[in-house]
Nanobody, 127 residues
């Protein structure tokens, strides 16, 4: 059974940085589609970033490109989301998801067909 656990959220001032971690068991991140999503209060869940297996690289929400970076440590079986220049509108619960390597981008963006989701980690950007 695939399990996903996020960590690293917290309170940060505008302009600050945070690195979220996503620890995975039951599936190798190196051969999986891994993605981050976020959900702000009263809003729908939004795609943030994905890192794919088989050399297919990364993809980001257009609105976040340049500030957020997704990466993975295959040895530790962990996926990271480095978030820089955080703004109050980045306040949300951030979720990590794990899925098969076969997922196509349109499916990933919609958050469909992932095997497992974490419970989320709260990120609050406020002065």
């Amino acid at each position: 059974q695939v399990q996903v656990v996020e960590s690293g959220g917290g309170l940060v001032q505008p302009g600050g940085s945070l690195r979220l971690s996503c620890a995975v068991s039951g599936r190798a991140v190196s051969s999986s589609t891994m993605a981050w999503f976020r959900q702000a209060p009263g809003k729908e869940r939004d795609f943030v970033a994905t890192i794919r297996a088989g050399g297919r690289g990364t993809s980001y929400s257009n609105s976040l490109k340049g500030r957020f970076t997704i990466s993975r440590d295959n040895a530790k079986n962990v996926v990271y989301l480095q978030m820089n220049s955080l703004q109050p509108e980045d306040t949300a619960v951030y979720y990590c998801a794990a899925g098969p390597s076969s997922l196509i981008l349109s499916t990933i963006w919609e958050g469909r067909n992932f095997d497992a989701w974490g419970r989320g980690t709260q990120v609050t950007v406020s002065s």
